[in-house]
C-alpha cells in the first residue's frame, strides 16, 4: 500500500517527467510542464514531440499551443492551451503494431490547421511519402499531402503526386503515420522546399524551413492521429500496412498488352495496326489511341492554327 502511495503521489505532483512501465517494443514518457511525449524502443531513444511544439490555427489566422497538462484520465491527457476556453485532450495508447497518439481540441470550432513537431536531425534518411516523382531519398525534402496532377512541363522541378501518402520511415529505425486524408505538408530536417510556383495556390501549409533538428507535421483539419512503428523497414511497413491496409490487385486486363500509337492518320491506322498483331498470334487486350485529342500537329497539313480551342479525348 505504501508503494502505491508513493507512485500515485510522483504521478500527480507536477515532475517533469513521467515514464510508463518498461514493456517490449514502444513505451513513451510524458512532460508534464510544457507537455511533451518521448518514444522509446526497449529504452532506446526514437523520436519525441519538440517541446512546446504542438500548436494549432483558428480561422482567424492566429495561433496557439498546448502547454502544460491538467489532468491524466488514464492514458488520456488533458492539456491546457493559451487559450483559456480550450483544452486538449492527448490519449497515448499501445497497439499490436506500436504506438497510437490521438489529440483533439474541445472545443474544436474554428480551428483549421493543426501543427506537431517532432525530434529529428540532419544526418536522417527517409523513404515514403508515396509516389514521389523526384526523389527517393527524401531528406532536406517537403512532401505535399495532396493528390495533385503534375504535368510534364513541370514534372522535372516539382516534388507532387497524385499518389500520396503522409507516411514516412526513418533511417533512425522507426517510422510515423500520420492517419489523415487532410491536405497537409510533413517538413524533414533542414528542408528546402518545391519551387513557389509548384505549391502556392492555394497557400499550403505552413512548416519552416531549414530547421536542422525537427520533422514538422501541418495538415488542414481539426484533429490528428499518428501511429508509430520501430524496426527495419520491413517491419514498419508492415505495421503501417497492418493499418492501411495493402493495396489492391489490379484487374487481370492490366496486365495484359496494350498497343499504343501516338498520331494516328485515320480509322484504317488503327485497324491495320490490330490486325497485323492479331495475325502474328500476338495477344492484345487494348488499342491505345492517343492523337489526335486535339488537332495535331504532326501530321502534314493539320497543323493548330492560333485560337483553335483543343478538344477533349
Known amino acids: 500500500m505504501r508503494v502505491l502511495l508513493v507512485i500515485f503521489v510522483l504521478l500527480t505532483s507536477g515532475l517533469p517527467a513521467v515514464a510508463q512501465p518498461v514493456q517490449p517494443g514502444l513505451h513513451w514518457k510524458v512532460d508534464h510542464s510544457p507537455f511533451r511525449l518521448q518514444f522509446f524502443d526497449k529504452g532506446r531513444p526514437l523520436i519525441g514531440q519538440a517541446a512546446g511544439r504542438m500548436s494549432y490555427t483558428l480561422a482567424d489566422g492566429s495561433t496557439h499551443s498546448l502547454t502544460n497538462i491538467v489532468r491524466t484520465e488514464g492514458s488520456t491527457y488533458v492539456v491546457a492551451t493559451d487559450e483559456a476556453a480550450r483544452t486538449a485532450q492527448v490519449s497515448?495508447?499501445?497497439?499490436?503494431?506500436?504506438?497510437?497518439?490521438?489529440?483533439?481540441?474541445?472545443?474544436?470550432?474554428?480551428?483549421?490547421?493543426?501543427?506537431?513537431?517532432?525530434?529529428?536531425?540532419?544526418?536522417?534518411?527517409?523513404?515514403?511519402?508515396?509516389?514521389?516523382?523526384?526523389y527517393t531519398d527524401l531528406r532536406h525534402r517537403v512532401?505535399?499531402?495532396?493528390?495533385?496532377?503534375?504535368?510534364?512541363?513541370?514534372?522535372?522541378?516539382?516534388?507532387?503526386?497524385?499518389?500520396?501518402s503522409p507516411f514516412f520511415l526513418s533511417s533512425r529505425g522507426y517510422a510515423v503515420f500520420p492517419?489523415?486524408?487532410?491536405?497537409?505538408?510533413?517538413?524533414?530536417?533542414?528542408?528546402?522546399?518545391?519551387?513557389?510556383?509548384?505549391?502556392?495556390?492555394?497557400?499550403?501549409?505552413?512548416?519552416?524551413?531549414?530547421?536542422?533538428?525537427?520533422?514538422?507535421?501541418c495538415f488542414k483539419t481539426n484533429k490528428l492521429d499518428y501511429e508509430i512503428y520501430s524496426g527495419g523497414p520491413s517491419q514498419v511497413v508492415s505495421a503501417y500496412s497492418a493499418?492501411?491496409?495493402?493495396?489492391?490487385?489490379?484487374?487481370?486486363?492490366?496486365?495484359?498488352?496494350?498497343?499504343?500509337?501516338d498520331t494516328v492518320a485515320d480509322q484504317a491506322t488503327v485497324v491495320d495496326d490490330v490486325n497485323q498483331l492479331l495475325d502474328r498470334g500476338i495477344p492484345l487486350a487494348t488499342e491505345w489511341i492517343d492523337n489526335p485529342w486535339e488537332i495535331s500537329t504532326k501530321l502534314p497539313g493539320r497543323a493548330r492554327t492560333a485560337g483553335t480551342p483543343a478538344t477533349g479525348r
Open 92 to 134: 497515448v495508447q499501445r497497439t499490436p503494431r506500436g504506438v497510437r497518439v490521438e489529440w483533439r481540441l474541445t472545443p474544436a470550432s474554428d480551428v483549421v490547421q493543426v501543427h506537431e513537431t517532432l525530434t529529428g536531425d540532419d544526418a536522417e534518411h527517409f523513404l515514403g511519402g508515396g509516389a514521389n516523382f523526384i
Open 179 to 217: 492517419e489523415t486524408d487532410a491536405i497537409g505538408r510533413i517538413a524533414f530536417p533542414n528542408a528546402v522546399d518545391d519551387p513557389p510556383h509548384c505549391s502556392s495556390t492555394p497557400p499550403p501549409c505552413p512548416v519552416e524551413l531549414g530547421q536542422p533538428d525537427r520533422t514538422q507535421l
Open 143 to 164: 512532401l505535399l499531402n495532396k493528390a495533385f496532377f503534375t504535368g510534364a512541363s513541370t514534372l522535372g522541378r516539382c516534388n507532387k503526386s497524385g499518389m500520396p
Open 243 to 261: 493499418r492501411a491496409g495493402l493495396p489492391k490487385l489490379p484487374p487481370v486486363r492490366q496486365f495484359a498488352l496494350t498497343h499504343w500509337r
